[in-house]
């Protein structure tokens, strides 16, 4: 029977050995990349918020058109 704790040994080396050909970001490089990730992250919630705010108010719209009871 094999022993089952040999494969994780080989797939942990393996992973050691790959990560260590990868390029890693220089701390400018990386914080300059967070900070494209914030500002993309607040424009989309703007526009999120924004489209959510006007489909709100249109289908409002609407509702009291149809039912003005409402």
């Not at 494209?36 to 703007?46: C, E, P, R, S, T």
Request: no cysteine; charged share 20%; hydrophobic share 50%.
């Amino acid at each position: 029977m094999a022993n089952p704790f040999r494969k994780i040994r080989i797939f942990a080396g393996e992973t050691v050995t790959e990560l260590k050909k990868a390029s890693w970001p220089t701390v400018p490089e990386l914080r300059s990349s967070t900070f494209v990730v914030m500002v993309a992250i607040l424009l989309l919630g703007g526009f999120i918020t924004l489209s959510d705010f006007s489909v709100y108010n249109v289908v409002t719209f609407l509702t009291k058109l149809v039912r003005p009871d409402s």
